[in-house]
């Protein structure tokens, strides 16, 4: 079902209440999703992204059902992962000679994917396209998070299309932020941020200055993933900007493994103790092979300290423990201090292979690994609850 959103622009993207994972099984959509794409009808009417692939012959169809495809003008491609272009050749099939504006990067994207010789017309930051009583400015947004990454500024609308910026991976048919429940809204919004976009933090922070220094009216944000900012718009862009700053709130995370719930005991005992020494920090404890793997990011991107564990297995940690400090390492989280921790039968490496990837990942280790050979007697339980109160008391130093 298509929605109109002003006069000029209507929605004919596409709700997936099914999608469970992303980008393979990188990124968990516990919510769904939604691949907005966006008919824009002045004296020119474009269409602003397509769907994903899977999508492609409903989306088409649909849109025949609006329009005459002939009559659409010019595609604007804002980023062109397949999430957004998949359904570009089944369209152009129907309309070959349609112009597609997409950034030069974005040109060479569509055609590593799609091996076409399309109608491609390059811009840049600053180009524009008239479609009569409005204008379609271009803002080259690279990084955020591809490098082909455009927003279009449309004038007169005042609406801003930000493709993956301000988006959220939530299915919903409310379409706005003033109709969905907004605990859900911000939880996804900010999981979205943390396990996508963190790690080009510098560049989000450049750009919304980029953005806010043109001084113009902004009414809305329509991402092509989740709702649609009408309701204060501006409010994403400044959780952005907080976001973007090495975030993180009162909050110390433990994440870990267990064989025979040796580490798991351990992990509860230091929790017990960094309650003792702060009983305002909020704790959390996560087992990294049962907690989401992206909800155990976003738990970390929120903390300003986190605790890793794991057992000693070959030699080393266990592999969802290994998954977690890679996913970390890769985030680039900035200025969060960590520890290491771990049970042990007869050798006991794990704790200071932890330590070294947590350093690796740009983590800064603030206490000497803490070992329990065996399963947790009294005065070890005793030894990890007077952890975490010395954990706490490093951290305020």
């Not at 000029?8 to 999608?19: A, N, P, Q, R, S």
């Not at 469970?20 to 474009?46: C, M, P, Q």
Request: aromatic letters at 12%.
């Amino acid at each position: 079902m298509v929605k109109r959103i002003t006069n000029k622009v209507t929605w004919v993207g596409k709700v997936d209440w099914e999608l469970v994972y992303f980008h393979g099984k990188e990124y968990s959509t516990d919510k769904g999703s939604s691949y907005n794409s966006y008919l824009i009808r002045d004296k020119k009417t474009v269409l602003m992204d397509t769907v994903w692939g899977p999508y492609d012959r409903e989306f088409v169809e649909r849109l025949k059902e609006e329009i005459d495809l002939k009559d659409i003008d010019y595609i604007v491609m804002n980023h062109n992962e397949s999430d957004h272009s998949g359904a570009l050749p089944l369209l152009m099939a129907e309309i070959p000679d349609t112009p597609i504006y997409c950034t030069k990067k974005g040109e060479a994207i569509i055609r590593g994917h799609y091996h076409q010789d399309w109608n491609f017309v390059t811009v840049k930051t600053g180009d524009t396209l008239d479609l009569g009583d409005s204008k379609l400015v271009f803002i080259e947004a690279p990084m955020l998070h591809w490098p082909d990454t455009m927003f279009t500024y449309m004038t007169g609308e005042e609406i801003l299309f930000s493709n993956d910026g301000f988006g959220q991976h939530f299915a919903s048919e409310s379409l706005y932020n003033d109709k969905v429940d907004q605990g859900e809204l911000f939880h996804e919004a900010m999981k979205y941020y943390a396990n996508i976009l963190n790690l080009y933090s510098p560049m989000v922070t450049r750009k919304i200055k980029e953005i806010l220094d043109m001084n113009v009216p902004v009414k809305m944000i329509c991402p092509s993933h989740g709702v649609i900012w009408r309701n204060n718009p501006l409010e994403i862009v400044e959780m952005y900007q907080k976001w973007a700053d090495a975030y993180q709130e009162n909050q110390i995370t433990l994440i870990y493994d267990t064989m025979w719930n040796s580490t798991r005991r351990m992990a509860e005992c230091i929790a017990a103790g960094i309650r003792e020494a702060d009983p305002t920090v909020t704790v959390k404890l996560m087992n990294s092979s049962k907690a989401d793997k992206n909800d155990i990011c976003t738990e970390v991107f929120k903390s300003k300290a986190v605790l890793v564990g794991s057992p000693t297995v070959n030699y080393g940690f266990m592999y969802s423990i290994g998954g977690i400090l890679e996913m970390l390492k890769g985030l680039k989280f900035k200025n969060k201090k960590a520890a290491a921790f771990g049970s042990y039968g007869w050798t006991g490496e794990s704790p200071k292979q932890i330590h070294e990837h947590l350093e690796a990942g740009g983590f800064r280790v603030i206490a000497d690994d803490l070992k329990v050979m065996w399963v947790p007697d009294e005065e070890s339980r005793k030894l990890c609850i007077q952890f975490g109160r010395d954990f706490v008391k490093s951290l305020e130093q």
